[in-house]
């Protein structure tokens, strides 16, 4: 059970039988009847409710459908996407379905997963640590430390030792 702006309601979870795709259905815990998914207008005031800073609205977006590169990758659709005049310029992702926060995104965010994507070297899906050019990259290095010990090794001067 949530509460969906101070109402307690009920997330529905349920597929076919070989179905892979669970659906999302809200319902009101008192009643029991089902809720439709949330609109702009409930969206914006579960964002407002959850973020701590007191700003203004900015944006709100309605998103069906990401790909790789976008911030809500991999996360329940339908969403609304409400972005606050904020120094941080946080928006908040609110599955409308779920009628729960998903996600905060702020500037802060945006530069450590565009620096992540950077150190995995996943430019696609920026969460496969075992792609091939960081593989790649792995064994260029190993190769590289190796050659180095071996031309340390190889051209080194020896010293001799005189006895007297």
């Not at 500037?107 to 640590?129: A, C, E, G, P």
């Amino acid at each position: 059970m949530i509460q969906i702006l101070g109402e307690p309601v009920y997330q529905i979870a349920y597929s076919k039988v070989h179905d892979r795709d669970r659906k999302m259905q809200l319902a009101y815990a008192k009643t029991g009847t089902l809720r439709a998914a949330l609109t702009e207008t409930e969206a914006v005031n579960v964002a407002k409710a959850n973020f701590s800073e007191d700003a203004n609205v900015k944006l709100v977006e309605y998103i069906t459908t990401t790909n790789g590169h976008h911030e809500y990758r991999e996360s329940p659709l339908p969403a609304y996407a409400v972005t606050f005049s904020h120094p941080s310029n946080t928006t908040v992702y609110v599955a409308a379905k779920l009628g729960t926060v998903q996600k905060f995104r702020n500037n802060k965010w945006r530069v450590f997963d565009f620096l992540w994507m950077m150190h995995t070297m996943d430019y696609q899906s920026r969460v496969n640590i075992s792609n091939w050019l960081l593989r790649a990259f792995s064994v260029f290095g190993l190769f590289s430390i190796l050659s180095g010990f071996i031309l340390f090794f190889v051209s080194r001067k020896k010293t001799i030792k005189i006895k007297k």
